[in-house]
Structures are given as structure tokens and as C-alpha cells.
């Protein structure tokens, strides 16, 4: 066989090559037959056997490869799991050798690994047992894991020594308290070793010296030792104090102080904080100090000067510095504050007196002026020129420059700052200028010396009128002597005797004072004064005799009465002597309540306790811990109520006695199986976890989770938190169409990952009011840390046919703030058209009719007019929905123009409906009421009947029974007979729920009667298509008589109709009905279902009267 030019099949022992020409099956390396249509070998030569598409020769590679009855070269390991060389033999094929680390178990005839235990030798090739103390051996002499007690060095188990215990080692080291072992035990110092703490690396062979103990250092050679100067503190190798006159350097090295014991280092300065003795500190204007010794100083401080060799020199800066001032004799901080006798101070110098016209001065003041100069206040002035006061021998000048004179002249006295002459008495008197003088009893050129009774004396040496009630005062207040009917108070006034009543129980002879003083008032210099506010009765002012209310005192503590809120709250009651009674576990004491031992609960001492606390046994009235008793483990009520082991409290209760112990025994058993309860718990409560955490392991097993780093997915910003590798979800990409399946989950892929430093917990979840569609997500929670990202499946099932865009919400919760974000992820998807509807494109126009089990409105579904058919009442279990489901699947596949279109349901809850298609003529049951027999002419009607036989009749070649066959049912499409289809056949199938909804409508006559029911229905026998053709009977007898059936005159009641059939009775023929057409009634209305027509005949016999 041959195309135009190549040959596509050769002969018998040729094969064709690329070029279409035939060569023999010898030119294939050691071929024998080939494929006459490709260049392939069939059978190989003897000794040659197939192997990858090639013949080979099977006794290569040392046996390696052998051949099997298929004349086929195989691997050894194809027959023997992970055999490297195998041999063939006169009956099989032996493993000779398996491939490392695997050797050949003579009883499995397999290669298998070592068990735990043994490692593979490459010499003998075979399991060899580990050494004692290696757990995993890779070869004779090097091991790879260890025994418990020792660890791995170079392929060596070494035995721990000097670790600090057994929760200490490691698989490869000591865990030491004082060195840093690498693959090493811990280091043992000697007494003598300064090293603190040291490093061991076994891996190198190095021992080294990290760190000396306290007070020594790490010298050049690594050893620890002593500086060559003192340190007070040196830990760690570093220096952190030095002893007296030295400083920590900036290289932390302790240096020698200049002049000084304190020095510190600071900023790169050397600060003096104190000198040595006998040197003061000084610094310069450059701020360098230095400590010198200073010779005109006597006494030193600290850092300082306390006292100068002279009076002339000052304290500076705590130096000692001499006053440049002359005839300075004292100075004061640099400047001169006394002068000598023979010069005065002025602005800081000292100046002869005598230019200052000053004659004799005293301390740096000037005593007596030279003649015509007086004495200044004034300071540098000392003596002043001025006018003299007439008749003044001493006057003195003030810095207001008023002149006041000190002494007159003989025979005049000094008044008011001036001299008055004094030898006429009464000129004097007539004078109202000098009128005061007269008070005075003796006066002298320096003014009055003594003066009247009620006038004292000033210090101007004037006389001033006393208090109105005084006879003698030494001030305006302070009176010496009362007159009569006033006695002098303690105070110093006078009071009238009057007042005394109020008092004084007793005045004193003349009424010169009080004898005896009332209650709440003491005795002083005649004079009752009233006691302090805590007395009732006092001494004086500072002494009770007795307490007010609310105030105690009590004796030897105090003389005044303190207020009862002194008193501490646990005083039960509170007397004017203190406290009488105490609150529990206190104890009454000089009036005040003291605290019993913690021990005691009450007491009358602190050394006798009549009722101890808990735990504590009352032995002579001290408390002592049950603990301290032999045997005695608790106690209550002052006695020992429990004790230990086999001993039991005395009768006294104040110590334990060896006795039978039951309660132990009890106890014991009790405890025993509680304890078996609590491990079983244990047992079942760690069972429990152990299932949970697999069950989640096992879960996560599918859960693809990875570092975003590494991987090539890219990634955008989804909020804060999140990020995605998807902005949208586009369901059905990878379908031809683009179009998904309803009510059937449709798989896509969504990457999510960790945009934060924290971990979070992420899942997903629809919007509320979701009704056209189901999400859901695996995994459903899934927990990320920081970069770390997951593919989640995202699963959508719609349920109904519908165009999806809606969004999905990703919900992120960090795990350390607690915060949650919701981030929107835009969902979009287009369904295949299907009967399941949604219900947002179904548009009521307007309500046709109700029954008691829905509603029918006008509506409009995608631009064509329907009928919406609402169930008012739906039930939510699932037989019912299923029922529901494989109604609407059966309405689905019917397919006749007779039968109503079927354009789909609706299944979400809460709006299930059917949509079907709008007769605009409503039912013929419609029309035999709206319309007369001579508008519709038996033509029509014959044709109405002929489509609705149709119709029946497709359902009954398709194994579906109506059931409720009647004019209701048959829907008017067209009144012009000359139409294909004028009437189409509605409300079918067994669906209960559907028929209780399609049939018992207000509008459909005759509902609930028995006038389309067989009688076989009516007998509740078993019925089948027959009882179609009788409800159709009855609809042509209506639809031809254009009346209904049973009239209610002979037919009051729907029994009566049951009856009527059942019997076999008949409706006689209407006088306007064709006989033949009421044969072909009665024909289908037989009582007995196998003697009516079948529908096929029906059929035939309408058209021919149509």
C-alpha cells in the first residue's frame, strides 16, 4: 500500500522508513521481525530481548538485566524492589545483590533496610548490629547519633562526665554553670583557678579563659593575675573602682591624683572632688583646678579655708586673700567693714576723721563732732553743718533731715524735738501748744521722768493718757492698778466687779478679785479664766480635773482630756476614764485596747489567752501551733482534733495518743479510687487532644501553604492586612462556553496571604441576602504568620440561572491586637440557562387570581408574558423539596406544542414559584362562563378537544398520568380554529404539593366535587390512564353542552354526584349535541376502565368529526 509518492505498508520482513522506502527488519540492530508500517521491532534474535524499544543483549552489565518469557531485558529492580544485580536460573531469577543500603533477606526473598539497631557495611554488604553505645551508625568506626550519657565528637560517642545532670546534656555538649563547652564536658577548675568562666571546644581542641573570678584580670597571656596597682572592685575584666587618690582612666586603668585623695575622669578632664589635708581648692579662669597650700591660713576645711591668719586678710574662693585697703583693721569678702581710731569707713575706704569734722570716734562711729557740726544719720557723713536747735546742748540729724534735739539747757526740757522753757508752771497751762506737760510729776532738760496717775510714760519721754478704767498703766493696754468697783484681771485690765458673778463662786473682801472660782473655770491673780474646751474642771489651763462629754483622760498619760475618737474603733464602750470594754481578740489595758497575739482570738493579757486561733492548741493559756505538738496536724477550738499516721488527739485535746486509725483506712481507699478515676480521665482527656491535633494535621495535609518569598505567585494588595493574587473571581474561564452549571459547585483557585508582622487567622463568608448563589471555601480557617500565604478553593453552587456579580468578604483577625478586617473580593460568574429561574428577573404585572394555596399574577420573564404561580404556604422539610425538585426536573422535559410551555421555577425559600405560559383566553372553563354557545361554534369547540387529546395523549405515551383532566385545565391560546394549536393542556404530574396548588384556585369551578373523578377514584381502587379518558369524557360533554355537568338543582350536594357514578349512571345526551359526538363520549365514559378508549383512539375519532 502506497500514497502518491511513499509507501505506507511494506511486505511481509520489511519495514518503511522516514522517506516511504522499505528496508529489511535486519537493518534494525539485532531485529528478527518487524511492524510493516513503522520502523519498530517486533522480535528479537535469539539471545536479544526488548529493552526501551530496543533489542539489547540481557546477559549485559554482569546481570544487571535479564530476560523473561515475554523475551523482554528488564532491570532487576523492576522484579525485585531495589535488587541491583540479579541472576537467572534454570526454574526463576534470583537477587544476587541489592542496592545500598539495602541487603537480601533470604526469608522475605526482598531487599530490605536495616532494622533499628544495625547499620549497613558497605565490606560485607549486609545489617550489622551498632555498637553499644551508638543509636545510628553509619559505618564501623563512625557513629552518628548517641546513646543517653554520651555525645557525638568526630564520628566518636564520648561519655559525659562533670555536667551538671542529666536535664544538662545535649546530643553534642555539657550544658555547664561555669563554661562554654562545644562538643566538650564541662571544664573542672582547681581551688586555686581565678577563672571565672571558661570556654572548651572539643571540635578544635581549644581551652580558653573567658573571664576571672572578682578582683583579677585577664592578662596578655590569657591567664588570670593581679594588677601591678590596687583595685577596690574588678569583675568580668573590667575595673570599676580604685583605691584612695588614684581614678578610672578612660582606657579603665586606675591613675595616681595630682595634689589631691578624690579625683574623677570627666570628659576627658580630671575633676577635683577633694584635696588633701591642708590644701585648698582652686581654679582658674581657664576652669583648671588645682589644690595648693595656702601660708595666711590657720584652720582648713575640706577643699577650703576656715580661718585666716589675720584679721585683714578675707576668705575668697576658700583661699585666704589680703584687703589692699589702708588702716583697714577687719575686712569682709574683699572689702573693709571696720576701720582704725583714727579713720572713718566711706564707700569701702578708710579716711581720716577729721575730714569727716568728726572729733572723737568709737567702733567706726563718730561720737563728737568739732564745733558747729552735728551728728548725721546719714551714713559717709558722720557730721553735718547745720542751724542749731535754740536752747539744745545735744541734737542729732536724721536722713529726712528733720533735727531732733536729745538735751536742753538748764530750766528747759526737751517737747516735741525742741526745748521748752519750764520755770513758769502756770504760763505753761494757759499754753495750749505744751498743755500736756502738766501730767508730768518730775521733769528734767531731757524731758518728763514720771508721770500723773492714769497717764504713762513714752519713750519720747512724754506723758499719754491710760485706758479709761486704769488708775496706773504702763501702756494704752497693760494696767497696774484699778479704781474702785473694778478689780485688775489676769490679763492686765480692769473689769467691773459685776462680771465676776458669771465667774467666781466667791469674791474676795472689797471685791478686789475672786476667791473661789465656778466649775469649768481656775484661779489666777484674783481672776476666774474659763478651763480648756476638753475639761469639765481644771487647775489651770493645762491640767483636768475632770473631762467634758466625749473626752476621757487617763491618769500618769496625760493632763488634758483627749477626745473618745482617740479611742480605737475596736472599743466597744468609752467612759470619761477611757475605755471599759473591747472588741474580740483585744484586750483591756490602762483605759485603751490592746491587740492579742495574732495567735488569740481572746485574751485578758497579753500573756493569758482564753481562746486561741485556728491551728492552735490553748495549753495554759498560751497558744501553740499544732505543729509544734508530736503528731498533731490541725486544730480548731483550742484542741488538737487531727493527728498523724496511727495516733489520734486525747480527751483533753492537748496532745496525740497512739490509737486505731479508721478514718486513714477510709481515706485511703477513697483516695486510691479517686486517683484511678483521675488517671482514666487523664487518659481519655489526652486520647481526646491526641485524635483532635491529628484530625487537624491530617486535615491541614491538603491545605497548601507557602512562603510568598519564594514564590513566583504575584501578589496584590487586598487592604491592610491581606494580600491576593486575585482582585476578581471569574468562575468558568476554563469552560468552552464560560458558563457554569446550576445547583453543582464550580471550582476556582484563590491565593491569599499575611501582609502583616503578626499572625492572623483568615476565613471568608458571603454578604447577608445572598440568595442566588452558595460560597464556600477550603480550608474554611486557616491561621498565617508573617509572609506566609495559602490557596484557598473557592466553591460556588448558583441556585438558580442567573448572571452573578457580587462580592465575597475576607475576613482577617490578628491574633496579638485582637483587630478584625473585612476586606470585599469581587465574585463574578454566568450560569447555563436552566428551569431554575431567579426570582429578581421575574417582573409581576398584576394578580389573575388566589386559592387558599397561592396566588397567579401576570408577569413578564425576559421580554415574554408568563403566568407566575406562587405558593402561599411551601414546606421547608426535605421530602418536600425533593417532591418539588423532581416536579419542576419531569416539567423540564416535556416538550409538545399541546402541552403549556414551561419556562422554570423558582426554589429559593420564601419565593418558590412556577412560570409557565400566558394564555391570553384564559381556560376553557373561562370561557364557558364568559362567552355564549353562539360566540364559540361547535368547529371550535371540536378543535379545543382535539388539542387537548393531543396533548393527553403525549403524556400518556410518555408513562404520565394527569389526573385532573377538566375545562379548568385546558387553556384557550386562539378562538381561529384554522390555528395549529388552539388549546393547550395544563396542571399535570403527581407532585401533591404542585397539584394542590395548580387545581384549588377560586376561579376554577367545580373544585372538590366529584364531577371529573372516575368511579374507580370515587372507590379509592387503583387507577391508571382509563381515569383520564373519563375526566376527559366529562370535559367534552361540558365543552360541547357549554354547561357544566350536574346541575345544582338535581346535584345539591357532591356526595350525591359520587353516588350517581358509582351506581354506573350517566348524563343523558344534551339536544344539541351531535349523537356521534356523544358516542364518542360514552364510549370514554365506561364504567368499567378497560372498556373505554384508549386516547390514540380518541384522538382519532375527534378529528374525524373535526
Not at 342 to 367: A, M, P, Q, Y
Not at 757 to 772: E, L, R, Y
Amino acid at each position: 500500500m502506497q500514497d502518491k509518492k511513499h509507501c505506507t505498508q511494506c511486505m511481509n520482513g520489511y519495514y518503511p522508513d522516514s522517506e516511504g522506502e522499505c528496508n529489511k527488519c535486519d537493518t534494525l540492530p539485532n531485529c528478527f521481525e518487524c511492524d510493516q508500517t513503522k520502523a519498530k521491532c517486533t522480535k528479537c534474535k535469539t539471545g536479544f530481548g526488548f529493552f526501551n524499544g530496543s533489542c539489547v543483549q540481557c546477559n549485559l552489565n554482569k546481570g544487571a538485566i535479564f530476560e523473561n518469557e515475554t523475551s523482554e531485558c528488564k532491570m532487576c529492580y523492576s522484579s525485585f524492589d531495589n535488587c541491583k544485580l540479579c541472576q537467572k536460573t534454570s526454574t526463576n531469577v534470583e537477587c544476587v545483590e541489592c542496592s545500598p543500603p539495602y541487603s537480601w533477606d533470604s526469608i522475605s526473598k526482598t531487599c530490605k533496610l536495616c532494622i533499628d539497631g544495625n547499620y549497613y557495611d558497605k565490606t560485607t554488604k549486609n545489617c550489622v548490629s551498632n555498637n553499644n553505645i551508638c543509636t545510628i551508625q553509619n559505618k564501623e568506626d563512625e557513629c552518628l547519633t548517641c546513646n543517653n550519657n554520651y555525645f557525638l565528637r568526630n564520628g566518636s560517642c564520648i561519655p559525659f562526665d562533670n555536667c551538671e545532670g542529666d536535664n544538662t546534656q545535649t546530643s553534642s555538649s555539657c550544658e555547664c554553670q561555669d563554661t562554654l563547652a562545644i562538643n566538650s564536658n564541662c571544664y573542672v577548675s582547681s581551688d586555686e583557678s581565678t577563672c571565672k568562666y571558661v570556654l572548651l571546644n572539643g571540635y578544635e581542641d581549644l581551652k580558653k579563659c573567658l573571664s576571672c573570678n572578682d578582683n583579677f584580670t585577664l592578662m596578655q597571656n590569657k591567664v588570670c593575675g593581679r594588677p601591678d596597682y590596687e583595685y577596690n572592685y574588678i569583675r568580668n575584666n573590667a575595673n570599676y573602682t580604685c583605691e584612695r587618690g588614684m581614678y578610672l582612666s578612660t582606657e579603665n586603668e586606675c591613675m595616681n591624683c595630682v595634689d589631691s585623695s578624690v579625683c574623677i575622669s570627666f570628659n576627658n578632664k580630671i575633676k577635683i572632688l577633694e584635696c588633701s589635708k591642708d590644701l585648698v581648692h582652686l581654679s582658674d579662669s581657664q576652669q583648671a583646678e588645682s589644690c595648693k597650700s595656702d601660708e595666711k591660713c590657720t584652720t582648713y576645711g575640706i577643699n577650703e579655708c576656715l580661718n585666716c591668719s589675720s584679721k585683714t586678710t578675707d576668705i575668697v574662693k576658700g583661699a585666704c586673700v589680703t584687703n589692699p585697703t589702708a588702716n583697714c583693721i577687719i575686712s569682709l569678702n574683699s572689702k573693709c567693714i571696720l576701720c582704725d581710731k583714727e579713720t572713718l569707713l566711706s564707700d569701702g575706704n578708710c579716711i581720716s576723721k577729721l575730714n569727716f569734722n568728726c572729733l572723737r570716734n568709737v567702733i567706726g562711729k563718730c561720737i563728737q563732732c568739732i564745733d558747729n557740726y552735728y551728728r548725721s544719720t546719714i551714713s559717709d557723713i558722720y557730721c553735718e553743718n547745720t542751724s542749731k536747735i535754740p536752747n539744745c546742748i545735744y541734737q542729732i540729724i536724721y536722713s529726712n533731715n528733720t533735727m531732733i534735739c536729745k538735751e536742753c539747757l538748764p530750766n528747759y526740757m526737751v517737747s516735741d524735738s525742741k526745748c521748752v522753757l519750764i520755770t513758769s508752771t502756770k504760763l505753761i497751762q494757759s499754753s495750749f501748744k505744751y498743755s500736756d506737760l502738766i501730767k508730768c510729776k518730775k521733769m528734767s532738760t531731757k524731758g518728763c521722768l514720771e508721770c500723773e496717775d492714769t497717764y504713762y510714760l513714752t519713750l519720747q519721754n512724754t506723758c499719754e493718757k491710760c485706758d479709761s478704767s486704769c488708775v496706773n498703766c504702763s501702756n494704752t493696754t497693760l494696767c497696774i492698778s484699778c479704781p474702785s468697783g473694778f478689780y485688775l484681771t489676769s490679763e492686765h485690765t480692769c473689769k467691773e466687779v459685776g462680771s465676776l458673778h458669771k465667774t467666781c463662786d466667791m469674791l474676795m473682801p472689797n471685791a478686789v478679785g475672786c476667791a473661789i472660782c465656778k466649775v469649768g473655770y481656775y484661779y489666777i491673780l484674783k481672776d476666774c479664766r474659763q478651763c480648756e474646751t476638753s475639761c469639765y474642771s481644771c487647775l489651770d489651763n493645762k491640767q483636768c480635773v475632770s473631762c467634758a462629754d466625749n473626752y476621757f483622760r487617763i491618769a500618769n498619760e496625760t493632763k488634758l482630756c483627749l477626745p473618745f475618737d482617740e479611742l480605737t474603733q475596736f472599743c466597744l464602750k468609752k467612759t470619761k476614764n477611757g475605755c471599759v470594754s473591747c472588741q474580740t481578740g483585744y484586750f483591756l489595758s490602762n483605759g485603751r485596747c490592746s491587740k492579742c497575739l495574732e495567735t488569740c482570738i481572746k485574751c485578758t493579757s497579753m500573756t493569758y489567752c482564753s481562746e486561741c486561733s485556728d491551728n492552735y492548741v490553748n495549753i495554759d493559756y498560751k497558744c501553740h501551733h499544732s505543729s509544734t505538738i508530736q503528731y498533731c496536724t490541725a486544730a480548731t477550738n483550742d484542741r488538737c482534733t487531727k493527728c498523724k499516721g496511727w495516733h489520734a488527739p486525747d480527751d483533753s485535746g492537748s496532745f496525740c495518743k497512739t490509737a486505731m486509725r479508721y478514718d486513714i483506712i477510709f481515706v485511703t481507699n477513697v483516695a486510691v479510687v479517686i486517683l484511678i478515676i483521675l488517671v482514666l480521665v487523664i487518659v481519655v482527656v489526652l486520647c481526646y487532644q491526641i485524635n483532635l491535633h491529628n484530625k487537624e494535621k491530617k486535615k491541614m495535609l491538603n491545605v497548601c501553604v507557602y512562603n510568598m518569598k519564594k514564590s513566583n505567585v504575584p501578589m496584590q494588595n487586598l487592604g491592610d492586612f491581606l494580600l491576593s493574587n486575585k482582585q476578581i473571581i471569574t468562575f468558568g474561564v476554563l469552560n468552552e462556553d464560560s458558563l457554569i452549571e446550576v445547583n453543582e459547585e464550580t471550582r476556582e483557585l484563590l491565593c491569599v496571604g499575611n501582609n502583616t508582622n503578626h499572625t492572623i487567622k483568615v476565613q471568608f463568608s458571603v454578604i447577608d441576602n445572598c440568595d442566588q448563589f452558595l460560597i464556600r471555601t477550603e480550608p474554611t480557617l486557616v491561621t498565617l504568620k508573617k509572609g506566609i500565604a495559602c490557596e484557598f478553593e473557592i466553591f460556588i453552587k448558583p441556585v438558580c440561572t442567573c448572571n452573578i456579580h457580587s462580592n465575597i468578604v475576607a475576613i482577617a483577625l490578628d491574633l496579638e491586637t485582637g483587630k478584625q478586617i473585612d476586606e470585599k473580593i469581587e465574585v463574578s460568574a454566568v450560569t447555563k440557562m436552566t428551569t431554575r429561574l431567579d426570582y429578581t428577573e421575574l417582573i409581576e404585572a398584576k394578580k389573575l387570581g388566589e386559592g387558599s394555596f397561592g396566588v397567579v399574577y401576570l408577569g413578564e420573564f425576559r421580554g415574554d408574558k408568563v403566568a407566575i404561580k406562587k405558593m402561599k404556604q411551601s414546606s421547608d422539610d426535605k421530602s418536600s423539596k425533593k417532591e418539588f425538585e423532581d416536579e419542576v426536573s419531569m416539567l423540564d422535559k416535556f416538550r409538545s406544542e399541546y402541552i403549556v410551555h414551561f419556562y422554570g421555577a423558582v426554589f429559593i425559600p420564601n419565593k418558590v414559584c412556577l412560570v409557565t405560559e400566558f394564555a391570553q383566553f384564559g381556560s376553557l372553563q373561562d370561557l364557558i362562563n364568559n362567552k355564549t354557545s353562539s360566540e364559540i361554534d361547535m368547529k371550535k369547540r371540536l378543535k379545543f378537544m382535539l388539542d387537548v387529546a393531543m396533548g393527553i395523549m403525549y403524556l400518556h405515551e410518555n408513562g404520565i398520568l394527569h389526573r385532573d383532566i377538566k375545562p379548568d385545565n385546558a387553556l384557550i391560546f386562539s378562538l381561529n380554529a384554522s390555528e395549529k394549536v388552539n388549546a393547550k393542556l395544563t396542571d399535570f404530574g403527581s407532585s401533591r404539593n404542585i397539584n394542590m396548588m395548580m387545581t384549588n384556585m377560586t376561579f376554577t369551578k367545580g373544585v372538590g366535587t366529584p364531577t371529573y373523578m372516575a368511579p374507580e377514584v370515587l372507590k379509592q381502587e387503583k387507577y391508571k390512564k382509563p381515569a383520564d379518558i373519563y375526566s376527559f369524557a366529562m370535559t367534552m360533554y361540558e365543552c360541547f353542552a357549554w354547561r357544566i355537568a350536574y346541575s345544582d338543582v338535581e346535584f345539591k350536594f357532591p356526595w350525591t354526584i359520587a353516588e350517581f357514578v358509582s351506581l354506573g349512571k350517566r348524563l343523558e345526551k344534551p339536544d344539541y349535541v351531535d349523537v356521534k359526538m356523544y358516542n364518542i363520549i360514552v364510549l370514554c365514559w365506561s364504567q368499567h376502565p378497560l372498556e373505554r378508549l384508549k386516547i390514540e383512539e380518541v384522538v382519532s375519532m375527534v378529528r374525524e368529526q373535526f
